[in-house]
């Protein structure tokens, strides 16, 4: 389990024991009531916190991905318990202190917990399964940003719903620290990070290759560090393209700053791009994310890219100095060789550095990249080598799969997805 894992579940379980230990004087079913609603109050708090994109918890989670999958279990989790503390709804009958606030604390709750099972579901549910129907990603979005307020509801019922006199006030202690914090982390990603976090660039070349376009951006003020691999929310509002995208800088740094990001028509975001970008505009990066580095991997490594998933390799490739004692074999995967961009990058890095060596597969005419094939190209055997993969989960399945079957699964696995869990 990693130590993310723990360090949101701990104060779950602490809230929930908290819950049950204080309320247990008045029955089983108002202690398990209560144990339930303030573990959801903290999941709920904690996975707003999660979606600030803490920069500081990265390593602790290992990547934004990961923040991201944690921050989806946390909602899901938290609507469960909801539901299970609404069903059990603690009564303490006529011990409790009434008053005006908690008949409309207890009433908000009632209110927000249907909103809330909505969008939760909404989010949870974002492509329908069996059915290949996806929710919009700008709706999902616009729906999730909703989350705010209602759990600013949540912790308005939990202050003001009526609760027997002289009550040991440490869950309540407890639930408020979540709840503030949570709020303060939901202001913070709608409001004030848009404006703290973006720096400024100018495009300063644009390039076509096939349905891919490179951008080039200049920092206008001060140069922003980067780690090869890492990857950047790039928005340009000037071109009508506000909303942040992700993207793989897919060069290495450079000491004027520069950076190109390799951005592959899928979608209306993506496919606008090239026809409403021009030269000369102010476009916006927030970053650097991610802990995708192969410098934390061993002397061997298998270097796998699936189509657009070449960008960190092309960052990885164009920083590896004549120095780098590593053993490296990249395999491209494209569907027709007139796909693959940076050949000229991979060919630098091949002919600076023995240790490196590439080959790329048309899928179109050389057929499926398979297990037997991988093990055939690399140099070395893959069992005792790192595997690094980025592209479409289909092929990274069906290797491991086939290098498994072969008694050649890798040393280390690492992968990145260019979608959000
Ligand atoms: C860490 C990471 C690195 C990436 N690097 C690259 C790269 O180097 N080159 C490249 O071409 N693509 C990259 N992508 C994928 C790229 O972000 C999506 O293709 C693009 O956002 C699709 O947007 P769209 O509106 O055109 O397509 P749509 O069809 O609307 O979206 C397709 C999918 O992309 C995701 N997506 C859409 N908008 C956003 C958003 N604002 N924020 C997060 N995810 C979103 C959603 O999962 C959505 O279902 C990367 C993605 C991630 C997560």
Redesign the pocket.
């Known amino acids: 389990m990693s130590l993310g894992l723990v360090l949101v579940a701990l104060p779950c379980i602490l809230a929930a024991a908290l819950g049950f230990a204080t309320y247990a004087p008045y029955g089983s079913e108002a202690a398990i009531g209560i144990a339930l609603g303030a573990a959801a109050v903290v999941a709920m708090g904690e996975a707003l916190i999660l979606a600030a994109r803490p920069r500081l918890l990265e390593p602790v989670f290992g990547g934004?991905?990961r923040i991201y999958g944690v921050h989806k279990w946390l909602g899901i989790s938290a609507l469960i318990l909801m539901i299970l503390h609404d069903l059990v709804e603690p009564e303490f009958g006529r011990r409790v202190r009434e008053t005006g606030m908690g008949e409309i604390a207890g009433d908000a709750g009632e209110l927000v917990f249907n909103a809330l099972i909505a969008l939760v579901a909404i989010s949870w549910f974002?492509r329908l399964p069996f059915t290949g129907l996806?929710i919009?990603?700008?709706l999902w979005?616009f729906s999730h940003r909703f989350m705010g307020v209602l759990f600013a509801v949540v912790v308005f019922h939990q202050f003001f719903v009526d609760v027997p006199a002289g009550v040991d006030p440490s869950l309540s202690v407890l639930l408020n620290v979540f709840g503030l914090v949570g709020l303060v982390a939901w202001v913070h990603t709608q409001f004030l990070a848009p404006r703290l976090r973006r720096r400024d660039f100018t495009v300063s070349a644009i390039g076509r290759h096939g349905d891919?376009t490179a951008v080039t951006l200049r920092p206008k003020g001060r140069a922003m560090r980067w780690r090869p691999g890492q990857?950047v929310?790039f928005s340009a509002p000037e071109a009508g393209l506000s909303?942040?995208?992700?993207?793989?800088i897919?060069n290495a740094p450079r000491p004027d700053g520069a950076l190109t990001?390799?951005?592959?028509?899928?979608?209306?975001?993506?496919?606008r791009l090239p026809g409403a970008l021009r030269e000369g505009m102010s476009v916006q990066v927030e970053g650097p994310?991610?802990r995708f580095d192969f410098r934390r991997g061993g002397t061997r490594q298998i270097w796998l890219a699936g189509g657009?998933g070449i960008?960190?390799f092309l960052a990885w490739a164009e920083s590896l100095a004549e120095t780098e004692r590593r053993d490296i074999h990249l395999v491209y995967c494209v569907r027709t060789p007139e796909e693959a961009i940076g050949l000229e990058t991979l060919q630098a890095a091949a002919a600076r550095n023995p240790g490196f060596s590439f080959e790329l597969v048309a899928t179109a005419w050389d057929g499926r990249l398979t297990a037997d094939r991988l093990i055939a190209s690399a140099r070395f055997p893959i069992g005792e080598a790192d595997l690094w993969f980025c592209g479409p989960t289909g092929l990274k399945d069906a290797i491991l799969k086939g290098l498994a079957a072969l008694g050649q699964t890798p040393r280390r696995v690492r992968f990145?997805?260019?979608?959000?869990a």
Do not use: A, N
Request: net charge negative.
């Open positions: 934004l991905d974002r996806e919009p990603y700008q979005r891919t990857f929310f909303e942040p995208h992700p993207f793989t897919s990001l390799s951005i592959k028509g899928l979608g209306g975001w993506t496919r994310y991610g657009i960008t960190p990145e997805h260019f979608e959000f």
